[in-house]
């Protein structure tokens, strides 16, 4: 049982101290520990400011937006700005060849042109609380959720655990599911660069969408419906438009989504020498099948648009991550503090065995659940067959289908079935291929033999031959069941990282807490896992090689110096060109290395990963200077080892975000309901 005093003891280790380097992700409700070092930095409000139950604060205008990334409220009228990339399958599913939004934009001009979107959802965090007594003192973490989402309408609530359990701490979250797109940007500026400026600085995509929250007359959550109204938040952002200059504070409010920054020199070896080069190998043949049918059809190209960033954002990230890793020497430096961790605590050097031969009883299988991931799973076919055989509402199933077919073309997923069943064969280590699945494949003459005639024979292949009658005798159903291992294995095996492997994680729970007891001069933070979080820098440069420093602003001179009409991810809007030529900038025009022009882009040392897309870059006041959006590739290593000279984030300018609603969008009717400062 965790006894109070160990818990004092360890948040007292965890933030009694000033940090130098501009690292770290805080929980806001312990956030008070760090404000010396945050003021010290240009920090102007309050802890309360930041996190308060009591009164209105900066969480009431933070967003978890679609589970998966981060938004900003912005107006007293629930409008709410997130990343493009955040918004995209929003987008695309109001797209079609008639009305491409990702193509052309989209500005709604009144509230009445607002698109709902269906299933999207945002939750707003409540409050946090710490239940490590409570838990241990034997109170089920079931009672504690049930009681905590019975205090309001639309709440949810979850228990997350810090430092691998050895705090927890309940989330109690409002969520709303009335949400509509009010404005994007065409992918030519919100997704300007596509996979080439993907993880890159410098940088010039604005990467902006506006949404709006709805929620019923009496201002709760509630399912869509026209009778409700625009949301009214305890708090919004003010907006900034004097800009940055570098040296200025920053600080991050979102919902980082993953880091391992104590993970073991076996982790890492595994990270960089086995999962990620193979993951890269196998979207690397995905990619390359999917480009080359984007490149030939317009209908496929916004049909598979949203399947191509998701696949194409971790792919590139994860090269970054091998070479960050490769650079700083990780596992080595790992393997060094390890070393000196046993040397002068020999009574529990024991941890660091026990670790390692957990490791060595896990990864072969969790390895092979991301080999069946990456490669037979990312087969569509099989997944809306199984969908159809264990579907039990026949009219969901049917809306689910009509989902899945408008984004689905078979000669596609055909190519990519060919090789990804070809390497899976070729990769899976021995004895994990079931047998049922050899022998089907061998009956057939084969990978490609096999495949072709699997997809000769399914009706599934079209939409009209779903349905959910008929799945137990398609030609896929027998492929899902020779596939019925992989699919346990994976489900045994679903855990956000092989670290979180509960025959791994239990290891690390007294090994951080000795960690924390020896090692009192380091900053201990917990690990990112999707809940709000503080993070806190400046802006700032970096030298990015031998006589190369990148500077921390782009602009719009940057954008048409790229602009290129026959390459599709640099073919920007031709307003945008005539707002240039004429230099037509309005109140968003200004002064950077002696040029008027329009800032597009800015980066700083803030700690952050995947789940802070779309978060709220705040200056010294609270007030809201820009959109974060990516990091740089030498920064893709920060969810391992966070290297300040080299880590910085990426951000959309506040200013570039209002100067394209304003002068592209023809929408300036919406900074009127924004607080300009």
Request: overall charge negative; charged content about 25%; some cysteine.
């Amino acid at each position: 049982m965790i006894k109070k005093t160990l818990l004092v003891s360890l948040l007292t280790l965890a933030v009694g101290f000033t940090a130098m380097a501009d690292k770290g992700m805080w929980l806001p409700s312990l956030i008070s520990s760090r404000m010396k070092d945050m003021r010290s930095k240009g920090f102007r409000l309050t802890s309360e400011d930041i996190y308060s139950i009591n009164k209105a604060s900066l969480k009431d205008a933070v967003v978890l937006f679609d589970g998966g990334c981060t938004g900003e409220i912005v107006s007293p009228e629930g409008l709410l700005l997130t990343n493009h990339h955040c918004g995209y399958d929003a987008i695309q599913s109001l797209s079609a060849v008639e009305h491409d939004y990702l193509t052309d934009g989209f500005w709604a001009m009144s509230r009445g042109e607002e698109l709902p979107c269906k299933g999207l959802q945002v939750a707003i965090l409540v409050r946090m609380e710490e239940v490590t007594d409570r838990l241990a003192a034997g109170e089920k973490a079931e009672a504690i959720i049930a009681a905590a989402e019975a205090e309001g309408t639309g709440y949810s609530a979850a228990i997350e655990q810090m430092y691998y359990g050895n705090q927890q701490f309940l989330f109690v979250y409002k969520v709303f599911r009335d949400v509509r797109l009010v404005g994007t940007p065409p992918s030519s500026i919100g997704k300007f660069g596509g996979d080439t400026d993907n993880w890159i600085w410098p940088r010039h995509t604005g990467d902006f969408s506006v949404f709006r929250i709805y929620s019923s007359p009496d201002n709760e959550p509630a399912a869509y419906s026209p009778q409700n109204v625009p949301y009214r938040p305890a708090r919004h952002f003010e907006i900034s438009t004097a800009g940055v200059r570098e040296g200025d504070f920053t600080m991050i409010y979102g919902f980082p989504g993953n880091t391992q920054e104590y993970i073991t020199s076996d982790a890492v070896d595994y990270i960089a020498d086995v999962a990620d080069p193979v993951c890269i190998a196998l979207r690397t043949e995905r990619l390359d099948i999917i480009r080359a049918a984007q490149q030939s059809d317009a209908k496929v190209r916004i049909q598979y648009a949203a399947k191509h960033a998701s696949i194409a954002n971790a792919w590139k990230k994860w090269q970054g991550e091998v070479l960050g890793i490769k650079r700083l020497g990780t596992a080595d430096k790992k393997r060094a503090y390890e070393q000196r961790f046993a040397a002068e605590n020999p009574d529990k050097a024991f941890l660091l065995d026990s670790l390692h031969a957990a490791y060595l009883r896990n990864t072969t299988p969790y390895y092979t659940r991301t080999l069946f991931i990456e490669t037979l799973r990312a087969i569509e076919l099989p997944q809306i067959v199984r969908f159809a055989m264990t579907a039990k509402d026949k009219e969901r199933a049917a809306a689910v289908a009509d989902n899945f077919y408008k984004n689905y073309d078979a000669s596609i997923d055909r190519a990519i079935a060919r090789r990804m069943v070809a390497e899976f064969l070729r990769l899976a280590p021995e004895g994990t291929v079931p047998e049922a699945l050899s022998q089907l494949i061998a009956r057939h003459g084969g990978a490609e033999a096999y495949v072709d005639y699997l997809y000769d024979h399914s009706r599934f292949t079209s939409p009209e031959g779903f349905s959910t009658d008929t799945a137990t005798d398609d030609a896929a159903a027998e492929l899902i069941g020779a596939m019925a291992p992989l699919y346990d294995l994976s489900a045994r095996y679903a855990y956000r990282n092989l670290s979180n492997v509960p025959d791994i994680e239990r290891w690390y729970r007294p090994y951080v807490k000795a960690l924390m007891e020896w090692d009192t001069d380091r900053a201990f933070f917990p690990d990112a896992n999707l809940t709000l979080r503080v993070a806190y820098g400046k802006v700032a440069g970096y030298d990015y090689a031998d006589g190369v420093y990148h500077r921390p602003q782009t602009s719009l001179e940057g954008i048409i110096e790229k602009d290129n009409p026959e390459i599709y991810d640099y073919d920007i809007p031709q307003s945008l060109r005539d707002i240039y030529a004429s230099k037509q900038y309005g109140r968003w025009g200004v002064e950077i290395d002696g040029r008027r022009t329009v800032p597009a882009c800015f980066i700083a040392t803030n700690h952050t990963t995947g789940g802070n897309s779309g978060s709220p870059v705040i200056d010294g006041r609270g007030r809201l200077i820009g959109i974060n959006f990516d990091r740089t590739w030498l920064s893709t290593m920060s969810d391992v080892e966070f290297d300040e000279e080299i880590c910085r984030n990426i951000a959309v300018d506040i200013r570039y975000v209002l100067f394209t609603i304003d002068r592209v969008g023809g929408a300036g009717y919406l900074l009127d309901e924004m607080t300009l400062r």
